[in-house]
């Protein structure tokens, strides 16, 4: 047995494993898209397990709300770019595979060159139009998607794009959710989620990578699981392939920095998307209309003359609220706050 594979030695002791899976893992490259509540716990497994180089992304950074289900991070590292945090931990678990941080917002201009180099991608995102994104770029690309998403006690998994023995691909997010965009469920901070189920989607993440990587047959190619942490019930569902037809990239939100907005503040109509509670607590100024509230402004919104910029804590719920405005008044300029107000303090 190679003396470098010693600490894998219970993986590789299970039947059909050995050191053949072994040197798959090692040689293997897998890209994590987000480092929160999923990207962490997916991370930390992969990196344990020995894949050979994992790739991870993401442009936020380590706040107060993260640390009850993002629990490789500590209250010191609150401030910090979560890659930054991430990577060093990560490669300090285990120093003999590469660990390489994208400080950056995935976005339709960086995308495909970022998946080029990796056999496998995995998101923990946690809004609709990255989902969409990444999905429509491993379509194009050929490569296969290990999705995951969870909301307050549910969760889900599955693989997408997964080459089949025929040469098709198995179902992509789009047959399943075609709709996905115009959907407006609330993130982690609004609607809530209890940290348990984080954990648990995210090491089902990293086993259907690790499946995959392997070469097992029973991966979830083509099938939903499903998870309810209240009855504890778990459940699969079989995915009937649509074949969506996708052809190019969705554009991402146009977004500006925080020091542009400064600069150039009264060029623009503001609008904070955050709550009422969040906008009294503390804002940069402007008209406060919550997200889900936003379509009842509309009347008032095309009366604005100026170009827009709506903001909130992260840059998730404006980002939402620019395809919002963008579907309806596709004419208009609109901008989301990059980073949100998290962007002040880096």
Known sequence: MNDSFDRYQCQMALPGFGTSSQELLNN??????GMGGLGCPAAQYLTSCGVGTIGIADDDIVSLSNLHRQILYTPDDIGLPKVEVAAKKLQSQNPSISVIPYKLR???????????????????????????????????????????????????????????????????YRDVFPNAEESQVPNCREG??????????????????????????DIL?????????????????????KATEITSLPQS?????????????????IIDVRTVSEHQNFNIGGKNIPLDELQNHFKELSNISLPIITYCQSGKRSSEAVHL??????????????????????
């Open 28 to 33: 293997a490259k897998v890209l994590i898209i």
């Open 106 to 172: 995935v976005s339709s201009s960086n995308i495909m060159e970022l998946i080029s180099e990796y056999d496998l991608m995995i998101e923990g995102t946690d809004n609709f139009e990255t989902k969409c994104l990444l999905n429509d770029a491993c379509v194009l690309a050929g490569k296969p998607l290990v999705y995951g998403a969870i909301y307050q006690h549910e969760g889900q998994v599955s693989i997408w794009n997964v080459l089949q023995e025929n040469g098709t691909y198995s179902p992509n």
């Open 192 to 217: 809530g989620v209890i940290p348990t189920l984080a954990g648990i989607v995210g090491c089902m993440q990293a086993n259907e990578a690790i499946k995959y990587l392997t070469r097992s047959e």
């Open 253 to 269: 939100v146009p977004d500006i920095t925080f020091k542009e907005f400064r600069e150039h503040q009264t060029d623009f109509e």
């Open 325 to 346: 405005i963008k579907k309806y008044f596709p004419e208009k300029e609109v901008f989301s706050l990059q980073g949100g107000l998290n962007a002040i303090h880096q």
């Open 221 to 241: 190619a083509g099938k939903l699981w499903m998870i309810n942490l209240i009855s504890g019930k778990t459940q699969i569902i079989k995915l009937r392939n």
